[in-house]
């Protein structure tokens, strides 16, 4: 199983400031034939259902704020907040689409400071 | 509106069996492939099954594989998971999800069901 590991599990930052997550694979999920990177980053609010925000890795989904943005290539990858707003405040995950099973990473909490 | 409910979550003795739904609208229900995904208290998402679009094949968690069965009725837009033998460490929140093919990522989620295994 390819194994998903997010640093930190929690971040603590001021309003309007960034925000930056980070997430390793521990092998590549770029796929050679299409030079996509098989990789999705959610946002799970208390009481919701996880919410996609990111896929292939840099590909914002539709309707998500243009603050929130994915880059990284191979193994290892971020998500960046560019100006933190209240109704951020939720836990992240990274999750691999690359292989059988599709595993996630623990999760980083983000609060306001 | 692409909307997924899940229900049939409660409270079952260790040993125990437990029939989770997942009923499925907006979409055309047999074009998607269909997951399960669960959270335990405090823990991390863990992918643990999933069914291709007209229920031939099914994959499965090492960790749940041989009790729990994966199913789907596409005349009824719906999903099942058929949860036998159950044990404390299977208590968790229960979502499903869909996604295009086996692998692409998971959109939507349902709102989830909690399954709690206790003695």
């Known amino acids: 199983d390819i194994v998903m590991t997010q640093s930190p599990d929690s971040l603590a930052v001021s309003l309007g400031e960034r925000a930056t997550i980070n997430c390793k694979s521990s092998q590549s999920v770029l796929y050679s034939s299409n030079n996509k990177n098989y990789l999705a980053w959610y946002q799970h609010k208390p009481g919701q259902p996880p919410k996609v925000l990111i896929y292939?890795?840099?590909t914002r989904e539709s309707g998500v704020p243009d603050r929130f943005s994915g880059s990284g290539s191979g193994t290892d990858f971020t998500l960046t907040i560019s100006s933190l707003q209240a109704e951020d405040v939720a836990v992240y995950s990274c999750q691999q689409f690359y292989s059988t099973p599709p595993t996630f990473g623990g999760g980083t909490r983000v609060e306001i400071k | 509106e692409v909307q997924l409910v899940e229900s049939g979550g409660g409270f079952v003795q260790p040993g125990g069996s437990l029939r989770l739904s997942c009923t499925a609208s907006g979409f055309t229900f047999s074009s998607y492939w269909m997951h399960w995904v669960r959270q335990p208290p405090g823990k991390g998402l863990v992918w643990i099954s999933r069914?291709?679009?007209?229920?031939?094949?099914?994959t499965y968690a090492d960790s749940v594989k041989g009790r729990f069965t994966i199913s789907r009725d596409n005349a009824k837009n719906t999903l099942y998971l058929q949860m036998n033998s159950l044990r404390v460490e299977d208590t968790a929140v229960y979502y499903c999800?869909?996604?295009?093919?086996?692998?692409?990522?998971?959109?939507?989620w349902g709102q989830g069901t909690l399954v709690t295994v206790s003695s």
């Open positions: 069914i291709n679009r007209d229920g031939s094949t099914t």
């Open positions: 999800a869909k996604t295009y093919d086996w692998n692409y990522w998971f959109d939507p």
């Open positions: 292939w890795a840099s």
